[in-house]
């Protein structure tokens, strides 16, 4: 059954090229794209101003005949919207998409709307790469992202205990993004905090270690991640080290005195692997595996 998404670009400028590349890989696995009238008015490194990129988004929930509503790219730019959108406008399409769509995804999440944190549409060239590793890694996403929404259960996925005891069990809702992106709503009204109990999933992409820190910092001191009950990393993609440090050490060094628990391994985020999974729905933690639960 051919799966229809509605596009949209909230976010930064893409090449229509790049696009039209995905919608051809994209198809032979069932995914039909529609793109609408002007899908981008470039504005500065922008898909177009927030008037332009408000609509654009309203009409691709409006959309009858689609079945998702999906993110070109992320990028920079989403914040802008989130304190614009009517969200009683919105139906209950799920809307998809990651990195700078973190804090579309947590809105939608308090708004009763469904979300998932997936591989945006742009990245549908994996599925024609020269690669063979990139090209099977796409074709697992994918199809991992249409079985979510077809309703068909998620696999569990490996994870490492770092600070955490091996036979722990934490359940929770399964939350979080791009650790830069929800660094830098925190003082807002847009400012992510974690639910009671929240399973809290980090990624990253190009930072050195430096920033990354100073971004964790800024999410902890703000409270964001006062009630969460565990914190698992995805990949950090060409995140430049600083000597021999290793990156779960970084996280530690903030995350044990207060507590929380925290995982490494995770398939998600910027590189090769980007697996999908429901925004607030609940997971658990436990033999080794964090599991979907809904």
């Not at 994209?26 to 490194?45: D, E, K, N, S």
């Not at 919105?90 to 999440?109: E, M, N």
């Not at 791009?178 to 807002?188: E, K, Q």
């Not at 430096?210 to 971004?215: A, G, I, M, Q």
Request: proline share 6%; charged share 20%.
């Amino acid at each position: 059954m051919t799966l229809t998404f509605s596009l949209i670009a909230p976010a930064s400028f893409t090449q229509p090229a790049i696009l039209e590349r995905a919608a051809q890989a994209l198809g032979t696995l069932g995914i039909a794209v529609r793109f609408p009238t002007r899908l981008q008015a470039q504005t500065r490194y922008l898909a177009g101003n927030v008037e332009h990129r408000l609509q654009t988004l309203y009409d691709a929930y409006d959309d009858p005949e689609t079945d998702a509503v999906w993110a070109v790219r992320g990028g920079y730019g989403c914040a802008h919207l989130a304190n614009e959108i009517d969200w009683s406008r919105l139906t209950r399409k799920p809307l998809i998409g990651y990195s700078d769509l973190s804090v579309l995804l947590d809105q939608c999440h308090r708004h009763g709307l469904p979300a998932i944190h997936g591989p945006v549409m742009k990245e549908g060239i994996k599925l024609d790469s020269d690669d063979p590793e990139l090209r099977a890694a796409g074709h697992r996403d994918f199809r991992a992202l249409l079985s979510l929404l077809r309703g068909q259960p998620s696999q569990g996925v490996a994870i490492t205990p770092v600070t955490a005891s091996a036979d722990a069990i934490i359940e929770g809702p399964l939350v979080g993004g791009n650790l830069a992106t929800l660094a830098s709503i925190a003082g807002t009204s847009l400012a992510f905090r974690a639910p009671a109990g929240a399973i809290v999933i980090l990624e990253d992409v190009g930072e050195p270690y430096y920033r990354l820190e100073r971004d964790l910092w800024q999410l902890l001191h703000s409270g964001a991640l006062d009630q969460a009950s565990a914190v698992c990393l995805g990949t950090f993609e060409k995140c430049e080290p600083y000597g021999d440090l290793r990156l779960e050490m970084l996280f530690e060094t903030w995350l044990r005195p207060r507590g929380l628990p925290l995982y490494a391994g995770l398939p998600i985020g910027h590189g090769r692997d980007n697996l999908p999974w429901r925004y607030g729905a609940t997971a658990r933690i436990a033999d080794g595996m964090l599991h979907f639960l809904d």
